[in-house]
């Protein structure tokens, strides 16, 4: 079993910056691929970004390329997700998640999610 608990969340201006962390208790996070994935009021989950156990692979929703950047410390069991250039539609309760295959994960088939951290983006 593996435990995740987001932190980072807030609320921030347009065009401003927040780096959500991730952090992983009860089995070694180096085991797992990491996921972030968000929900906006009213609207279905999405796919936000995933990186491979050894963060050598990344991958990106189109809605954030560029803009944010995942990675992680194993030796913290610590993943985060770096959000810069922020805007209004970015607001989402976000979610780490934890998978064995990297390439399943952005589809939703995660092992393990965490509770969540609120973003907030105002105009």
């Known amino acids: 079993q593996v435990q995740l608990v987001e932190s980072g969340g807030g609320l921030v201006q347009a065009g401003g910056s927040l780096r959500l962390a991730c952090v992983a208790s009860?089995?070694?996070?180096?085991?797992?691929?990491v996921g972030w994935f968000r929900q906006a009021p009213g609207k279905e989950q999405n796919f936000v970004a995933a990186?491979?156990?050894?963060?050598?692979?990344?991958q990106y929703a189109e809605a954030v390329k560029g803009r944010f950047t995942i990675s992680r410390e194993n030796a913290k069991n610590t993943a985060y997700l770096q959000m810069n250039s922020l805007k209004p539609e970015d607001t989402a309760l976000y979610y780490c998640?934890?998978?064995?295959?990297?390439?399943?994960?952005?589809?939703?088939?995660?092992?393990?999610w965490g509770p969540g951290t609120q973003v907030t983006v105002s105009s």
């Open positions: 990186i491979i156990q050894s963060g050598t692979n990344t």
């Open positions: 998640a934890a998978h064995n295959d990297y390439w399943t994960l952005p589809s939703g088939s995660v092992s393990y």
């Open positions: 009860g089995r070694a996070i180096s085991n797992y691929a």
